[in-house]
């Protein structure tokens, strides 16, 4: 490849992926499915004009770290505070069954593996993808109805959250396992000395950030964005390179830790400005730029529809019974269910970190884009149709106002 030729690969990947984005979403779908089937398209499996190279990992690598920096960015510590202990045992439920789901769907197509094996491994690998939870489309169905800011809505918001920390924690303990070379032992205190470490890095952080936002009141908001990405890149980097935990974690972590000042929403709006315009699309595109639909069999297909199945349904169980222990009724119990169940952008990084490691085969990309699709068409309808049906006493009136979301 020539030195500039990456300039014409950057100029196709942006092009292509904003049209199928704008396309997706005049069918009502995220855009981020948009984005993916565009890598596709232009990739090795259709048209073959841009094919992966190590300087477009590079940039997608950026684009999930900016991705995550952003989820920790938009957590509302005080909703989550606020709904705690239910939230709490929601998101243990929903990212316990669907892992447990997970594990035995990949075990019962190609046997079971003995523990510690790299077969063992790729099992437990397809449970943390049905881990994770996106509610981006649960909040704007919430919003329409009206009821974003009930008890269902505000617990389904608090727990996605939960859900996702509880998961990327998964994601690091089984990556570190992977390793046969690796104590299980040295995993589980590089972990806990990892956030040991953030909690140190996290209060240093916060109370420097604050007194620069006191001691330059009118200039903070050029520089914030700017320190607050370093911040977020010297997490990613230490949390690899000295704790052997993933990179993704720590780009969250150093959201986490600025949610709370007064710039985060500054900081966040140019994050997004970033992520949007080119980040972004090339950590999107370049899902789909890996996937390999070409090799897709009959029982590939099989796998990926019962891949789906197993997704939805794990969730609506596993939240639903923690909701019905938590003492909410049936019907709520089965919305808060249907509401967790979207997938989205983490569990398209969760695989793509997977891939990276060996714990996933490129042609599961497809399931893991099936069910994208398939979540966040079903995921609205079936709550429209729950709340026409079991409608919520008092219920609010619609609100437009911003909210944080998983």
């Given at each position: 490849m020539k030195s500039f030729e990456f300039?014409?690969?950057?100029?196709?990947?942006?092009?292509?992926a904003k049209c199928f984005g704008m396309l997706a979403r005049k069918l009502k779908a995220p855009q981020v499915v948009g984005e993916i089937i565009a890598g596709l398209i232009i990739g090795p499996n259709v048209l073959g004009i841009v094919s992966q190279n190590d300087f477009l990992v590079?940039?997608?690598?950026l684009g999930v770290i900016l991705l995550m920096f952003l989820a920790g960015l938009e957590t509302n510590l005080q909703d989550l505070l606020k709904t705690g202990p239910i939230a709490l045992l929601v998101a243990c439920c929903g990212v316990f069954i669907p892992l447990l789901g997970g594990y035995l769907l990949y075990s019962g197509f190609h046997g079971f593996a003995g523990i510690g094996t790299d077969e063992f491994f790729k099992a437990v690998f397809i449970g943390v993808i049905l881990t994770a939870t996106s509610?981006?489309?649960?909040?704007?169905?919430?919003?329409?109805?009206?009821?974003?800011?009930?008890?269902?809505?505000?617990?389904?918001?608090?727990?996605?959250?939960?859900?996702?920390?509880?998961?990327?924690?998964v994601l690091t303990f089984v990556i570190g396992f992977k390793n046969p070379d690796v104590d299980p032992v040295n995993v589980v205190v590089s972990t806990v000395l990892f956030?040991?470490?953030?909690?140190?890095?996290?209060?240093?952080?916060?109370?420097?950030?604050?007194?620069?936002e006191r001691r330059h009141p009118n200039e903070h908001r050029r520089r914030m964005p700017i320190y607050g990405l370093a911040l977020c890149l010297l997490l990613s980097y230490a949390a690899e390179e000295y704790f052997g935990i993933a990179d993704i974690t720590g780009a969250y972590v150093a959201g986490i830790i600025l949610c709370s000042i007064k710039s985060s929403d500054y900081i966040a709006e140019k994050m997004d400005i970033?992520?949007?315009?080119?980040f972004g699309p090339i950590f999107f595109a370049s899902i789909g730029l890996k996937t390999q639909v070409k090799g897709m069999t009959a029982s590939l297909l099989v796998f990926s529809l019962a891949f789906v199945v197993v997704a939805l349904l794990t969730k609506v169980v596993g939240c639903g019974f923690a909701a019905k222990i938590c003492k909410f009724s049936n019907e709520e119990s089965l919305k808060i269910g249907v509401g967790m169940m979207t997938r989205g952008e983490v569990a398209l990084i969760v695989a793509q970190k997977g891939l990276s490691v060996g714990l996933m085969d490129p042609l599961l990309f497809t399931s893991v884009i099936l069910l994208i699709i398939v979540s966040?068409?079903?995921t609205p309808i079936i709550l429209k149709v729950l709340y026409h049906k079991f409608p919520e006493k008092q219920p609010e009136l619609p609100e437009n106002v911003p909210v944080s979301q998983a």
């Open positions: 300039f014409r690969d950057l100029a196709i990947i942006i092009i292509a590079q940039m997608a690598e509610v981006s489309i649960t909040v704007s169905t919430l919003r329409e109805l009206g009821h974003l800011k009930g008890k269902v809505g505000t617990t389904i918001l608090s727990a996605a959250v939960i859900d996702d920390v509880i998961g990327i924690l956030f040991l470490f953030c909690g140190g890095v996290g209060l240093v952080g916060y109370f420097l950030f604050r007194w620069m970033s992520s949007y315009m080119l966040s068409i079903a």
